[in-house]
């Protein structure tokens, strides 16, 4: 199938960590990427990470990816309020050159 | 990182008529574009694929007739919502990609439309 998933919201405490998690269904996904959606704009890339990669770190960023259970997640370390926003983990598979989208987190801060 | 760029950003239109949305790469050539659809608090859901020079293609369940897409150059796809009616509004997001074989895909702002 053509799933990607992602629990739908969550709430961390300002200064935390949150930590999102996508799991995938093709084994063939060249390339796993997280984007940010702040209210009525566009995605913005935050980062991507290769399938033979294990972690990818980018200042505050964290990837981790484990292809065996072909599950993601994202670390975003001292969550701040302009972290606000809907993170979608999204795939590119080598079969096809069109990126899926999971249903996206929704993650919200509270002081 | 590269930028897309679509308009308008937002429009209101009367129930019946057509509307075009433009989505353009501003500083590389785009050989790719791709069109979704993204309902309140929902994923964002590709229409289709278009290729510069090409009829586009479409997902399963997307209108070829109603969604017309237009890829006439490396640097501007279109799309036009013909005989719009109120279920045909939502948020639509084009992005862009240099080749086939790409890494990183560059998404426009999106443009909100609302048909009444």
């Known amino acids: 199938g053509e799933d990607v998933e992602q629990s739908l919201f969550l709430s961390v405490r300002e200064g935390d960590s949150s930590v999102i998690n996508c799991t995938y269904t093709?084994?063939?996904?060249?390339?796993l990427y997280w984007y940010k959606q702040e209210p009525g704009a566009g995605l913005q890339l935050l980062t991507y990470i290769f399938s033979n990669m294990d972690m990818k770190q980018d200042q505050r960023l964290t990837v981790l990816l484990n292809k065996k259970d072909k599950h993601l997640s994202l670390r975003i370390a001292d969550t701040q309020t302009g972290d606000s926003a809907i993170y979608f983990c999204?795939?590119?598979?080598?079969?096809?050159?069109?990126?899926?989208f999971g249903s996206g987190t929704r993650l919200s801060i509270r002081p | 990182g590269a930028v897309v760029s679509q308009h308008p950003s937002r429009v209101i239109c009367k129930s019946g008529t057509s509307v075009k949305i433009e989505c353009r790469s501003l500083d590389f050539q785009a050989t790719t574009m791709f069109w979704y659809r993204q309902f309140p608090k929902q994923s964002l859901m590709l229409m289709a694929t278009s290729n510069e020079g090409s009829k586009a293609t479409y997902e399963q369940g997307v209108e070829k007739d109603k969604f017309l897409i237009n890829h006439a150059s490396l640097t501007l796809s279109t799309l036009t919502v013909t005989s719009a009616h109120p279920e045909d509004s939502s948020f639509y997001i084009c992005?862009?990609?240099?080749?086939?074989?790409?890494?990183?895909?560059?998404f426009g702002q999106g443009t909100r439309l609302t048909v009444v």
């Open positions: 992005s862009a990609v240099q080749d086939s074989a790409y890494t990183e895909a560059f």
């Open positions: 093709d084994s063939s996904s060249t390339y």
């Open positions: 999204a795939e590119k598979r080598s079969s096809a050159s069109k990126i899926i």
